[in-house]
Each structure stands twice: as structure tokens, then as C-alpha cells.
């Protein structure tokens, strides 16, 4: 359902259930739509060299007007080699992408190395449209600065890592 224009009331008008329903049901179903429509997405953990494979790979997208909000989930199998990132359910409008972690912030990720009980985190940075990259939270000139095959640590089968984030899509 599509939102519309919010309507100018004019003094003395008479409230019709259909300017109601327009702009209170309608108008409020296109803002906050039901949770129970929520739509699943199913992103694709990549890397520039190749792609890592999952076990499992789940997410969900919504829609609020013009912001797209989601979540995801993989667990990893096999790492892959490369930084590595995930394609945005849409694409962003007018924000900054770029190299290396220095595009746009949209969100963040945390991840759990099964192996040694580690935990790691950081955020969601815009490389073009519609990719982001994993960036890590370090302030040490020697730490690379986005997600690898062995950045934070050297992913094995089991481990597990999410991401969350939200961006204008209009």
C-alpha cells in the first residue's frame, strides 16, 4: 500500500469515513505495516575473492516509507578469501558509498568465533548503491579495517555473524 499525502483540513469540512480510512488507516498500514507482513529476505554473505559459504542464511526487510530497515544472519561453513559484504535488500539514495569502510554508516554487525567463545563487532559501511562492508571498531594502525576470511579471526564452520541497519531508499 502506498502512502499518500497528508490532507489539509479546511474549517467546517465534513469527516467522511473514507477521509478517514485514507488518512488514518491507509496512511498508518503504509507507515507501520503489520508485523506479521513482514518481508523475508534472504541476503548473501560475499567476498571479492570467493564467496564464503553458510549453513544458514536468514533475514528479514521493512519498508517504512522512505527507510528501509533490516536484519540478518549467517553461519558460516567454509570462509571464502576477501573482505567480505552483503548486497542491501534495495538500493540507497543519497548517501555516500566508498572503499575500505569510508562510505556511508547504515548499521552494525556482531559476530561469534564457536571455536574460542570469541565475540566481535563493529559497523555497516556503504561501498556503492547497495553493498556494505563489515567494518571493524579498532583504533590501531596495524588492524586491517573491514571483515576477511581471517579478520577478526579465522572463520570456521559453526561461526556465526549478523548484521543490522537502516537506510533512506526514496
Known sequence: MAFSSWRT?????????????????DNGLALFPDGADVDTWTPVLEATSSNPSTSSAVGRQYQMGAIMQFWGRFVISAAGSGDYFVAL????????????????????????????????????????????????????????RVVTESVPWAWASGDVLTLFGFYPIA
Open 9 to 25: 483540513w479546511v474549517t467546517g469540512e465534513v469527516v467522511t469515513s473514507a477521509h478517514m480510512n485514507q488518512e488514518v488507516r
Open 89 to 144: 535488500p534495495a538500493a540507497s539514495v543519497g548517501l555516500t558509498g566508498g572503499g575500505g569502510g569510508t562510505g556511508s554508516i547504515m548499521g552494525g554487525w556482531h559476530a561469534r568465533d564457536s571455536s574460542t567463545v570469541s565475540n566481535g563487532g563493529g559497523s555497516l559501511a556503504l561501498t556503492g548503491a547497495d553493498d556494505v562492508v563489515f567494518t571493524i571498531h579498532a583504533n590501531q594502525a596495524s588492524f586491517q
